[in-house]
């Protein structure tokens, strides 16, 4: 059964424009795993701005928005598999979430390119 449907569209220079202040907010929206991603990307700004997108697309889909679930960005985490498949985890204290909401499955879809990223994501539970 589908949970929540969620999309959401970032501007590249936006995102990158708060990572170039230096204030904390790569830290604060990301995990330690998607920075070392991010930062080994030739369009690392881009590719800073899709994980952005669908932690907002996530929230969306959960039905809570940001700053109304008690889950804060950097306890969604957006991985690639070997073949470049996008996936999102949750990390403690999200990970209750899995239990409360019943979330049995998170499929998410990423695009960007120079100017825009956009997301959508699924969630599927019991």
Request: hydrophobic letters at 45%; proline letters at 2%; glycine letters at 8%.
């Amino acid at each position: 059964m589908i949970l929540g449907i969620g999309t959401d569209i970032v501007e590249v220079e936006r995102v990158a424009a708060k990572i170039q202040k230096g204030q904390g907010f790569r830290e604060l929206v990301f995990t330690p795993d998607e920075i070392a991603y991010c930062e080994k990307q030739a369009s690392k700004y881009e590719s800073y701005a899709a994980r952005f997108a669908a932690k907002e697309a996530f929230l969306k889909a959960l039905g809570t928005g940001w700053g109304n679930g008690g889950v804060n960005f950097n306890e969604i985490e957006v991985h690639n598999n070997d073949a470049g498949k996008p996936s999102i985890f949750l990390l403690e204290p999200a990970t209750r979430l899995y239990a409360e909401k019943n979330i049995c499955k998170i499929s998410v879809s990423l695009s960007h390119v120079k100017t825009m990223a956009i997301a959508f994501v699924i969630i599927e539970a019991d």
